[in-house]
Structure formats: C-alpha cells, structure tokens
C-alpha cells in the first residue's frame, strides 16, 4: 500500500498536509533569509512560529527537500 502510495503520487507532503504551519513560500523566505545571514536559526523560530530544530532541518533539507 505505502509502495502503490508513493508511486502514485498520494503522498501529503509540505504545506498540504492538514496541521502544517509553514507554506513552500515560507519556506523559501527562511532559506533565503538564512543564507543571506539576516536571521539565525533562533531568530527564524521564533519569527514563523516553529522550534529551531525545525528551522535546521528545513535548513538541512531533512524537511520539505520538495521545495528548491
């Protein structure tokens, strides 16, 4: 099932799943914002409203690597 799933394309993922509180957008805003050295993690946290380990792993690609 989670084989078919996948190949199918079925799979929730970034801003469509139900309780997520970042958009590709966003996470395109953090990603440009941290590189260009204007926020740290810390600051990012608290600024979109998610945990800094959160913001690391966006960061990291870990999460969202759907969104370039």
Known sequence: NIRDRD????????SKIGNSRLTEKKVREIRAKHRNRIR???????????????I?????????????
């Open 40 to 54: 740290s993690y810390s600051m990012l946290a608290v600024e979109y409203g998610v945990a800094k380990s959160t």
């Open 7 to 14: 190949l199918r394309g079925r799979t929730a993922v970034g």
């Open 56 to 68: 690391y792993r966006l960061m990291t690609k870990r999460l969202w690597k759907h969104v370039k």
